[in-house]
């Protein structure tokens, strides 16, 4: 075979990232657009000695499980790589990739995981579902500025305005910005030439109470846009607007935000309320508590809202508590697993790294009326080894502090540092619940638990990115 050939091949399988599988005369297949079950026209587009990669040319036989995106750029854009498979198949999917990951990299035995696994938790409208955009800003070729995302794995951006996945209030407020950028001719940022004003529009929605935010990311020191009334006043007037702010970013990096927010209209933080759900009950009702959490632009913040109310009900079923508890939570962004806990417990320690997250933390608990959480700015495999060294915090760190009951981690994608398992290890709480969007790096961590004296109670997925090849996974550990 050579490059340009073209060959039917059936799907059989789906890849890492969303890619179609299929063997064809002994050799394996990637194929960005094939669905499990189709048989296609491919046509080879790379071949190495026992794989290639090819196009998707024409769907011969499509698969049962094929469905049609809702969204038109659905194949270009890189945000969602699975809208062609139903749904069903979907949560399938990421129930394997758990599975799969914990077998090859984490060295559990296939029955092991069955036993263990409960079935993964989905969505009952998996679109709409997310409340923070982040559009990249740039210029067409006729000069215009631009709004849209990404094409998979490069910078070019394919404008769109209207996503399947993100608030309906989005286009709107994109519409009004790229409108204020004709109308007053402010340039796109270039990440070539790192010149021109605007990089990114992030938009966040508070789902429960409607607070809308606007933070436009900007390549110049300025506390001010030019000409910002008028931007103002059109976006201020959509319902629900709360704050409005510019973010300075001068690097010429990847990093989406730099460090300093300056909010040129209303507040500087939205609200949003997350109920607890009691996870035992079919459809999951809620149980009658709720807490509000204030957000900050810079701050993490979970991007499904519906789900991250399983999501933490099930951390907090997890943990076992009855109000006895001392409680780490590692990476705790806003605090919101902390003040979930804290309800429950004697007491609970947040650490997280960006520090206007723990003021937002501070704050989260002061308005809930929580007074036994507390928390730290600094990374987790530092502060917490310090604290269990004694070389910072309470002079005598109490010893509920140095050995708690229970230790919650919900790392970024790149999973626990050595140095934070290893302490969590001395620590030895009682249980582990370990919260990840990262079933590799999930496994990895969870191996060296193990080795380390506990064992794997419970696993459960979590859909908190429907439509994307992203899954969230809860796990309970307990020691042996
Ligand atoms: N539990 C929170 C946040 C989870 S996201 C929630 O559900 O909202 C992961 C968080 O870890 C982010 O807030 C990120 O800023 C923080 N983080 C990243 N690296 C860290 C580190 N080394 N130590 C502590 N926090 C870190």
């Known amino acids: 075979m050579k490059k340009n050939d073209e060959f039917e091949i059936d799907i059989t399988d789906i890849g890492n990232e969303g890619e179609g599988i299929g063997k064809y005369e002994g050799m394996t297949f990637f194929i960005k657009g094939g669905v499990p079950g189709d048989r296609i026209l491919a046509g080879a587009t790379k071949l190495k000695k026992t794989y290639g990669y090819a196009r998707l040319v024409k769907v011969i036989k499509a698969s049962p499980f094929r469905v049609t995106p809702k969204c038109p750029i659905s194949g270009k854009c890189g945000g969602c790589q699975i809208q062609s498979l139903s749904y069903e198949k979907q949560l399938e999917l990421k129930e394997r990739k758990i599975t799969e990951n914990l ?15 409960d079935p993964i938790v989905g969505m009952e409208e998996p679109f709409h579902y997310r409340n923070k955009a982040q559009y990249p800003i740039g210029t067409d070729k006729e000069n215009q500025p631009i709004a849209g995302f990404y094409a998979g794995r490069t910078h ?20 009004i910005i790229l409108s204020y950028m004709k109308e007053y001719k402010i340039e796109a940022y270039d990440e070539v030439t790192g010149k021109g004003l605007i990089r990114h529009v ?14 436009l990311v900007i390549n110049k020191k300025i506390t001010e846009l030019p000409h910002q009334e008028s931007l103002i006043r059109k976006l201020a007037d959509i319902p629900g607007m709360k704050s409005i702010s510019v973010n300075i970013n001068t690097e010429n990096t990847n990093v989406i935000m730099g460090n300093e927010v300056h909010t040129i209209w209303g507040e500087p933080t939205i609200s949003d309320i997350i109920h607890v759900r009691d996870m035992q009950k ?9 807490l509000t959490f204030k957000i900050s632009p810079l701050s993490f913040y979970q991007v499904n809202p519906v789900q991250t109310e399983k999501l933490y009900s099930l951390a907090l079923e997890y943990a076992g508590l009855t109000g006895k508890e001392t409680v780490w939570d590692l990476y705790c962004g806003i605090g919101t697993i902390s003040l979930f806990m804290a309800g429950s417990a004697k007491q609970v320690y947040g650490v997280e790294i960006v520090p206007q997250a723990i003021d937002d933390a501070k704050e989260n608990a002061e308005r809930n009326g929580i007074t036994n959480a507390r928390f730290f700015v600094g990374k987790a495999e530092e502060v917490l080894p310090a604290f269990y060294e004694g070389t910072i915090g309470d002079k005598k760190a109490s010893d509920d ?10 790392p970024p994608r790149k999973g626990c540092d050595e140095a934070c398992l290893s302490t969590m290890l001395k620590m ?9 969007c990262d079933s590799a790096t999930l496994a990895r961590d969870l191996k060296i638990l193990c080795d380390g004296g506990y064992e794997i109670q419970k696993i ?12 969230e996974t809860v796990v309970l550990l307990s020691k042996k």
């Open 103 to 117: 077998i090859r990299i984490g060295g559990f035995s296939p029955e092991f995981i069955k036993e263990h696994m």
């Open 156 to 175: 070019s951006i394919i404008p769109n305005t209207r996503c399947y996945l993100g608030a309906e209030e989005n286009e709107e407020i994109l519409n």
């Open 202 to 215: 992030l938009i966040r929605k508070g789902f429960s109470t409607g607070e809308l935010m606007v933070c």
């Open 282 to 290: 079919d459809g999951y009702p809620f149980t009658g508590d709720a």
């Open 401 to 410: 502090m140095l050995h708690p009951d229970v230790i919650v981690v919900d």
């Open 428 to 436: 030895q709480p009682e249980r582990i619940v370990y919260v990840s």
């Open 460 to 471: 459960r997925g979590v859909d908190q990115f429907a439509m994307t090849v992203h899954v």
